[in-house]
């Protein structure tokens, strides 16, 4: 990523020393301090000239940031004080001048570590359930769900994985992999089902996401209660954490995540979704609600930038940056995100909006060449990767997700 020159400053200075040791004495000292110096921003310091008589430069910038040869990066914002010291011992001449400095701030690529504060998935040894509840409209939906084979005695976090768009509980258990990371970081896994296209509800699972998708969404199905009851159900089965309630989704399933942010804020703490939408109007959550999104550049079933995908559905879908940026507004963010980079693999690009004083984020990762398939996890089929294309490899949606989420429980 190049950097952006965000601050430019000119100091003129004229400076005579009359000899060495004068000159080892007379120190000269330039203070610029600039509001617009931002955390990972760097100085870096021009057209500083001094001469000796062998046309040779000797000088140092010293500075209140930190020093790594003419560049001072700043470790947080605020002012940045730099002295200039002229190195009398170096056989300068009677006369010395210091003619400009040039100071200009950029802006450097801050670091994303997708998988911050979390363990790697492992083989899970827990145990693994069904079940079922009854919604207001008569319906019994139904549920899987993954507890690890050791929890600590204190509440735990509690993860509802939504599958995409004709797809199961049991594929999105198998395809996603966050019962491996359930028994490595301690959290309970439900797997709820959507509505089938078959009449006693059977068949390919589809989510009533507001504008999208399925018998789900042409029945007008309340998947909005189903989620809040199968909340309250599993508090009531196990010792769950209500500050950390989260939500994960994949294509239906996200646009289903993004409309319990909204409908569903006063008990679900944050979500995650992989090629997820939603509609920009109307979002308004009762609490403000953490949200992550990552969408392939390369995703044809929900193309990163809205329209008509290459499934079966004839959904318009919203661009994903337009969701996000509704996101962002519903909950009060800052406007301007901060953009980060995995140094080690420059297809991944991190925004980050945070709302002010709050541990409140929105963050939107970008990877080029990424398709629909769930990244980092391998196709349950050949015939689904026809339909998604091949998991892109080299990002673990499950595990990044699964970073921002217990990063950001209810305040």
Request: glycine share 10%; net charge positive.
């Amino acid at each position: 990523m190049r950097a952006r020159v965000i601050a430019l400053a000119t100091v003129l200075l004229a400076l005579s020393v009359p000899g060495h040791a004068d000159a080892a004495r007379r120190t000269p000292s330039i203070v610029w301090k600039s509001s617009s110096l931002e955390p990972n921003s760097s100085v870096k310091l021009s057209g500083l000239v001094t001469t000796n008589s062998t046309g040779t430069k000797h000088w140092s910038a010293k500075g209140s940031c930190r020093t790594a040869g003419t560049r001072l990066t700043a470790q947080s914002s605020g002012s940045c004080s730099v002295t200039l010291r002229i190195d009398a011992s170096r056989g300068f001449t009677a006369r010395t001048s210091v003619k400009k400095l040039t100071i200009k701030t950029k802006e450097l690529p801050v670091a994303y570590d997708p998988y911050a504060g979390t363990n790697e998935g492992v083989t899970p040894a827990g145990t693994k359930s069904e079940g079922t509840l009854t919604t207001a409209d008569g319906r019994t939906r139904h549920y899987r769900t993954y507890v690890p084979s050791s929890l600590p005695s204190t509440p735990v976090p509690l993860l509802i994985g939504l599958h995409g768009g004709l797809g199961t509980s049991a594929q999105f258990e198998a395809n996603s992999g966050f019962d491996n990371l359930a028994e490595s970081n301690g959290f309970i896994v439900v797997y709820p089902d959507g509505i089938g296209n078959q009449a006693d509800g059977s068949g390919y699972q589809t989510w009533n996401g507001g504008y999208c998708c399925g018998p789900a969404q042409t029945q007008q199905v309340n998947d909005v209660e189903f989620i809040s009851k199968l909340v309250d159900q599993m508090s009531a089965r196990f010792r769950i954490d209500p500050k950390r309630v989260f939500a994960a989704g994949h294509s239906n399933g996200g646009i289903l995540g993004y409309l319990l942010a909204c409908r569903l804020a006063d008990k679900i703490a944050a979500v995650g979704v992989q090629a997820g939408s939603n509609i920009v109007e109307g979002c308004t959550p009762s609490q403000p609600v953490s949200l992550f999104h990552v969408h392939g550049t390369a995703d044809t079933n929900m193309p990163i930038g809205g329209g008509k995908g290459s499934g079966v559905s004839s959904t318009i879908f919203v661009s994903a940056r337009s969701a996000v940026d509704a996101m962002v507004s519903a909950v009060g963010a800052v406007s301007t995100p901060v953009t980060a980079v995995v140094a080690s693999n420059p297809d991944i690009t991190s925004l980050t909006w945070t709302r002010a004083g709050t541990n409140i984020q929105v963050r939107y990762v970008t990877v080029a060449a990424a398709t629909h398939a769930w990244m980092g996890h391998p196709s349950q089929s050949t015939a689904g990767e026809s339909y998604v294309g091949k998991p892109y490899e080299n990002f673990d949606s499950s595990r990044a997700i699964w970073s921002f989420l217990s990063a950001h429980p209810r305040p």
